[in-house]
C-alpha cells in the first residue's frame, strides 16, 4: 500500500494505516518459523540451526538492501517500492500454485524427533 499513498491527505494516511497493519503478518510468520524449527530441530543441533538461519537471513537482508538501493537510483523510490510489492506477492502466489507435498512419515515419527543424533557433540557428551 506505500506506493500508491499519494493524492489527498487522509488516502495517503489510511494506505499507510494498512501497510502497517500488514506488517504483523511478519511476527506472526516469525513466531511460526521459531515455534516449528524448535519443534522439529534435535535438540543438540537447535543452536547452530537457529544461528544458520540468522547469518542466511542477514545476508539476504543485504542483498536487498543492495538491489532495493540500485533499483531506488535506477527508477525511483515509488517504482523500487513496486517491485518490493510484486516480490513478496510472488512468495505466497508460488505456494499457491505448487502444492506442497508432506514429508513420507517414517514407522515411528515420535521416536525420531525425540532421540538426537550421535553425530552432535552435546549427544556424545552424555554418553
Known amino acids: ?23 504483523a503478518g511478519y511476527i506472526i510468520y516469525d513466531i511460526a518459523q521459531v515455534t516449528a524449527l524448535q519443534t522439529i530441530s534435535p535438540p543438540g543441533a537447535l543452536g547452530r540451526i537457529n544461528a544458520s538461519i540468522r547469518v542466511l537471513s542477514g545476508l539476504a537482508t543485504l542483498l536487498g538492501l543492495a538491489l532495493g538501493a540500485a533499483l531506488g537510483q535506477s ?14 506477492l510472488l512468495g505466497p502466489l508460488w505456494l499457491t500454485i505448487e502444492r506442497i507435498q508432506p514429508e513420507a512419515s517414517s514407522a515411528e515419527p515420535e521416536a525420531a524427533v ?14
Not at 500508491?4 to 499507510?16: E, H, R, S, T, V
Request: net charge positive; glycine share 12%.
Open 75 to 88: 527508477i525511483g523510490a515509488r517504482g523500487t517500492l513496486f517491485v518490493a510489492m510484486v516480490s513478496l
Open 1 to 23: 500500500a506505500i506506493p500508491l499513498a499519494g493524492g489527498p491527505a487522509w488516502l495517503a494516511i489510511a494506505l499507510l494505516c494498512v501497510a502497517q497493519l500488514g506488517d
Open 114 to 127: 525425540a532421540q538426537p543424533s550421535g553425530n552432535f557433540p552435546s549427544a556424545q557428551a552424555s554418553k
